[in-house]
T-cell receptor, first 114, second 111 residues
Framework: NAGVTQTPKFRVLKTGQSMTLLCAQD?????MYWYRQDPGMGLRLIHY???????AKGEVPDGYNVSRLKKQNFLLGLESAAPSQTSVYFC?????????????FGDGTRLSIL | AQSVTQLGSHVSVSEGALVLLRCNYS??????LFWYVQYPNQGLQLLLK??????LVKGINGFEAEFKKSETSFHLTKPSAHMSDAAEYFC?????????FGKGTRLHILP
């Protein structure tokens, strides 16, 4: 079972470059999330989606955009990368918004901005 | 508003000793609580969850957690630590569309 797959696994960018991170899930989950993980900061929610065609801001949305054109995919975009966006990015999916449902995580994308 | 506090960013225990990772939550509604584990260079995996019913919840790899409403706690325990338990552990509380994570506790196992 693939579960949640993130592409790419590693990337190095120069300041000002743009890129898109792809998250794909094969569990037919309604909800999808993007987090960033930094040392000592835990997981911080960037954006999330409660269904195809919907997106919402999380805790740290500035500098990022997202799209959910297909139910199984959730894209995270950096239009003009900054060194402060160096981080590990995790995607997660969840069957629904029912509170007892856990999230399922991908293995992360390690992004360095020079 | 829901929030989670994990006491201790680093915890060290000897192999074979009791593991105790502390988590306190605040919630304005009956909470749904989770523990996740993250091994190096991997994503988070669900260890266990509390929804309703039995307050002692058993998870994978011999871990368990006890929900104590009076203490607003959901501490994670394992009777005997193994080297393979070295990882980062996250406590989390569900808030409608989102799950709120603590900042994590890194568990070190001493030989």
């Amino acid at each position: 079972n693939a579960g949640v797959t993130q592409t790419p696994k590693f990337r190095v960018l120069k300041t000002g470059q743009s890129m898109t991170l792809l998250c794909a899930q094969d569990m037919n989950h309604e909800y999808m999330y993007w987090y960033r993980q930094d040392p000592g900061m835990g997981l911080r929610l960037i954006h999330y989606s409660v269904g195809e065609g919907t997106t919402a801001k999380g805790e740290v949305p500035d500098g990022y955009n997202v799209s959910r054109l297909k139910k199984q995919n959730f894209l995270l975009g950096l239009e003009s990368a900054a060194p402060s966006q160096t981080s590990v990015y995790f995607c997660a999916s969840r069957q629904s918004g029912i509170s007892n449902q856990p999230q399922h995580f991908g293995d992360g994308t390690r992004l360095s901005i020079l | 508003a829901q929030s989670v506090t994990q006491l201790g960013s680093h915890v060290s225990v000897s192999e074979g000793a009791l593991v105790l990772l502390r988590c306190n939550y605040s919630s304005s509604v009956p909470p749904y609580l989770f523990w996740y584990v993250q091994y190096p260079n991997q994503g988070l995996q669900l260890l266990l969850k509390y929804t309703t019913g039995a307050t002692l919840v058993k998870g994978i790899n011999g871990f368990e957690a006890e929900f104590k409403k009076s203490e607003t706690s959901f501490h994670l325990t394992k009777p005997s630590a193994h080297m393979s338990d070295a990882a980062e552990y996250f406590c989390a509380v569900s808030l409608y569309d989102k799950i709120i994570f603590g900042k994590g506790t890194r568990l070190h196992i001493l030989p």
